[in-house]
């Protein structure tokens, strides 16, 4: 399933100076008893435009406010929304970092009444004089009010600047409650600097990250009183080396603080400010080298303790809730990302310059993928800009965007599945998902651009020596070649000279092995798909056709005969030649349509259809539909032509008959020809999925077509006697080749009446007050229509009679059919005893059978071996057929068993005549012999 193409939730103002200018997005909180939780918003601070904040669940601004045209900020912004407690009336308070034109953080606040008066709009500032570091975080550290006021906000402000300076002031930010660099901060200040911070509920942390680590929770909580409610803060800082380009992962340190949630301004020890937990270094995976410092972008997921980091090449997840962080999972690729985004334990959302997918990073799979130019298209974006994730709303399951001046959103409730009335989502990357999207799983086995002998991954095409690998990576090479240059004899050539064995030129016949991943990637070059563009926006991803590159003769005939050019095979090809992209399933009639644009003359599918591949009943329910169509224009050409030759309309005739059947007399060849073949190969299949596949594919005009042309097979077969219909219709003998038998004949006429259903033949002939308003075409349609139906009853009424007449022959024959029966056993018998040696001397076969004239008429008498001896005469017992329904016995044993003690005796010889005896039929003609 491919990704849906994104939908645009809001088009950002740009920047005012263009080339200098950035956009930051944060996120926004809720704030209830001093915790917060993430609403469906966005905080978004274009410099020297405003800050606005958009609803991502419903589409469309929520506010926004007006900075000065120089403004310029440092970091995302950070947005609260409440409800006061007395009032019934909601206040939003929007803090920001500028730079410019003065260094200071910004406070916009926002109070909403319950009814339509206009909301009251206030700004505040705190301007910053003892660090000109800029700050790259701003969050809120919410706490308990100990009084009932309205006016005491219950959270305060956080900053955190690059050089390790963190502050903390009050929601108004006319208080600053302290300002320090921790002495753990300034211990690595003068090489790293702070790159990232977040700041969690101590709520959240206890769930997961410190659900192993209850020393670090311990001392968290040191200076939290029994009967206190505030629950300090976990704030986690990334530092990175300053002045380097590239850096690895254990170049990164990550330090742990807890900030109390009650702040005295006041000369307060350090510890009291900003309690330092723990100082370690970010473990890298082995394989990783050197990243590029200034694409790293980290993140940290509370539900799993797991501070993430993605970069130009993938994306890296350490789990913190270990005693030591370790790598729990990575995701490293060739190609170049501009943004990777966690959305659930195991899978990241990455955009990259080819596609943006969804990956599993447990078992290095594509989940979902939709091209970059078709999001390109969906945003309607004209730039090259890259596309950065902002943040995933787990509830609505879309994951937010920007790129360029544009907000999307990425619908990822596909991922999880709902069981019933739960709310709980089921877990995600599983293995069975995994199979067959795996990254790089079938270009590792046809790529050949590794130098190396990659005998260990060649266990599918069976290549376990040096040898071996190398010949196809020859192999590989020249067929690349060859598609490239569409060189169909380099292809068959190379085709030739691997697969054929060294003292024969003859390619593997069917039945002989044949390793199918090698057939696989001939497919995938002789098959391809090809994008095409549309104008139509609304659709999930843009179209693809299927379509053939090249048609080597040789290979595709091989392919044929192995039964390996199929539908299945073809797309399981392409769908590995389309990696890292997720190749959707190809629509009803792709392959049969790509066979028809390869060629005209309709070889290359009669080529296929007459070989065994296993093709679906809609696949070939297309095809029956492409066939009648043509056979009906052709014929119905050439019908108007002949009649005009015949009512002398044309001047030349004799021209104009040899153009129409020069041009198409072969095309008609062989579409009659591709229609016997589609015929006799879709009736393999279940009538009742051939019965589904007619009536969702073919018409009622083009199943009526199809019953007159399996009625012409029957009556020309010798089936029937010929049908006479007015006109008589004319039949050449390429309609009828190759010939149907009778049980596909049968088996298709009801499937075809069967898919026209009851109310199709009902409604074959209009009203005749609607005949008034129609064409004399429909008219004579409609009247061919009810013809048809009287030819039919007229036919299965022929034919239920002769159902009769041959039942009641057969009742007849009876006697005869069991005398010949038995006639040709003890023929067999004698002709083994003839066979066998032995002293006795029989009777020539030929004396067997003797020819009579009795009344004129020719008797064979068969004479049973024997016959004729000891004055016996055979032309009586010859000329006589048994009348009795059941035949005599042969013999009887010459013992017997009792029933009472299981003795066996011998027979007396009245006995066994009073047996014969009772054996005879009460009418057979037999001669006893004691």
């Known amino acids: ?308 980091v993605s970069f130009e090449n993938g994306f890296v997840n350490v789990d913190l809730s270990q005693y030591s962080p370790s790598v729990t999972s990575q995701f490293v690729q060739d190609e170049k990302f501009s943004s990777v985004m966690r959305v659930s334990p195991q899978c990241v959302i990455g955009a990259s310059e080819s596609l943006v997918a969804v990956y599993d990073t447990q078992y290095q799979s594509i989940q979902r993928s939709i091209a970059a130019g078709d999001v390109l298209s969906a945003t309607g974006s004209t730039t090259d800009e890259p596309l950065t994730f902002i943040s995933y709303f787990p509830k609505l399951g879309i994951a937010v965007a920007a790129k360029a001046n544009t907000l999307v959103a990425f619908d990822l409730t596909s991922l999880h599945s709902h069981s019933g009335p739960s709310l709980k989502r089921s877990r995600d990357g599983l293995l069975i998902d995994a199979i067959g999207r795996g990254i790089g799983s079938s270009s590792a086995q046809w790529d050949t651009a590794s130098k190396k002998h990659r005998s260990e991954n060649m266990t599918s095409l069976h290549l376990t020596s040096p040898e071996q690998v190398e010949k196809w990576d020859q192999f590989t090479q020249t067929i690349n070649e060859a598609t490239k240059l569409k060189d169909y004899k380099k292809f068959d050539q190379a085709v030739k000279s691997y697969f054929c064995s060294p003292d024969s030129t003859q390619l593997p016949a069917r ?19 090809e994008d095409f563009p549309t104008e139509d926006k609304a659709s999930a991803s843009s179209p693809s056709q299927l379509r053939i590159v090249l048609w080597p003769s040789v290979t595709c005939g091989w392919l044929v005969r192995l039964g390996h050019l199929s539908p299945d095979n073809v797309e399981i ?122 009536r969702s594919n073919l018409s009622r005009a083009d199943l009526l077509i199809m019953v007159h042309h399996l009625r012409l097979s029957l009556a020309t077969g010798g089936f029937t006697s010929r049908f006479t219909e007015n006109p008589p219709t004319p039949i050449t003998l390429d309609q009828i080749t190759p010939s149907l038998s009778l049980n596909t004949i049968i088996d298709l006429i009801t499937a075809s009446v069967d898919a026209v259903g009851p109310s199709g033949w009902v409604s074959a002939l209009p009203a005749v007050n609607d005949l008034d308003d129609e064409s004399e075409s429909a008219i004579a349609s409609a009247s061919r229509e009810m013809e048809l139906i009287g030819d039919m009853k007229s036919e299965v009424s022929a034919a239920l009679a002769g159902v009769e007449e041959a039942t009641y022959l057969k009742g007849i024959l009876r006697e005869y059919l069991g005398f010949a029966d038995q006639v040709s056993r003890s023929t067999k018998a004698s002709d083994a005893a003839n066979n066998a040696p032995s002293e006795t001397v029989t009777a020539p076969k030929s004396q067997l059978v003797r020819h009579e004239k009795l009344n004129g008429a020719d008797l064979m008498i068969f004479t049973q071996p024997g016959e004729g001896e000891d004055g016996y005469d055979g032309d009586a017992s010859g000329k006589m057929l048994p009348l009795s329904l059941k035949p005599a016995s042969t013999d009887v044993s010459m013992a017997k068993v009792k029933k009472s003690t299981g003795e066996t005796k011998a027979r007396s010889s009245r006995e066994i005549g009073y047996l014969r005896r009772k054996a005879v039929g009460q009418y057979s003609f037999e001669r006893l012999l004691v």
């Open 573 to 694: 090809a392409l769908r590995r030649a389309f990696k890292p992209r997720i190749l959707q399933s190809l629509p009803t009639g792709s392959f049969v349509q790509a066979l028809i644009d390869s060629d005209p003359t309709l070889k290359h599918i009669n080529q296929v259809l007459h070989g065994p591949a296993v093709i679906s009943s809609n696949e070939l329910a297309y095809a029956l539909k492409y066939f009648l169509g043509q056979a009906r224009l052709r014929s119905g050409t050439l019908e108007e032509t002949a009649r005009a030759i015949t009512n002398g309309d044309l001047s030349t005739p004799t021209q104009e008959l040899s153009r129409q059947l020069g041009s198409e007399e072969a095309s008609l060849k062989y579409i009659f020809l591709g229609l016997n073949y589609t015929l006799q190969k879709i009736h393999s299949h279940p009538m009742s999925s051939v019965v589904q596949s007619l």
């Open 1 to 308: 399933m491919d990704l849906q193409s994104p939908s645009i939730l809001a088009q950002l103002p740009r920047p005012l100076h263009a080339s200098t200018g950035k956009t930051h997005i944060g996120d926004v909180y809720s704030l209830t008893d001093a915790k917060k939780r993430k609403r469906y918003e966005v905080a978004v601070a274009v410099d020297g435009e405003a800050v606005n904040i958009y609803n991502v669940q419903t589409p469309k601004l929520v506010t926004s406010y007006a900075v000065p045209p120089q403004s310029s900020f440092s970091c995302r912004p950070c947005s609260v929304r409440r409800k006061l407690p007395k009032k019934s009336m909601v206040k939003r308070q929007t803090y920001t970092v500028a730079t410019k034109p003065e260094h200071q953080i910004k406070c916009f606040a926002e109070e909403i009444g319950s009814g339509y008066s206009a909301p009251v709009i206030t700004s505040s500032n705190a301007t910053i004089t003892d660090s000109s570091s800029p700050a790259t975080y701003v969050g809120v550290v919410p706490f308990t009010t100990g009084d009932e006021s309205e006016t005491d906000d219950p959270f305060d402000i956080l900053a955190v600047h690059q050089d390790g300076r963190m502050r903390r002031l009050s929601s108004d930010l006319k208080t600053q409650h302290w300002s320090i660099q921790h002495s753990e901060v300034a211990k690595v200040c003068s090489t790293h600097f702070v790159h990232s911070c977040f700041l969690i509920d101590l709520e959240d942390a206890q769930k997961a990250l410190f659900k192993r680590r209850q020393d670090l929770a311990a001392l968290a909580l040191s200076d939290v009183t029994a009967s206190s409610t505030d629950e300090p803060s976990i704030l986690l800082a990334v530092s990175l080396p300053k002045n380097a380009k590239e850096i690895t992962l254990n170049d990164a340190i990550v330090q742990m603080f807890a900030v109390p949630a009650a702040s005295r301004s006041g000369a307060l020890e350090e510890s009291q400010r900003l309690r330092h937990l723990q100082t370690f270094q970010v473990p890298s995976p082995s394989g990783l080298g050197k990243v590029d410092s200034k694409d790293l972008e980290w993140n940290f997921h509370a539900g799993s303790a797991g501070l993430q």
């Open 511 to 529: 039945g002989q092995y044949v390793n199918p991943e090698s057939t696989l990637f001939l497919l995938s070059k002789i098959f391809a798909i």
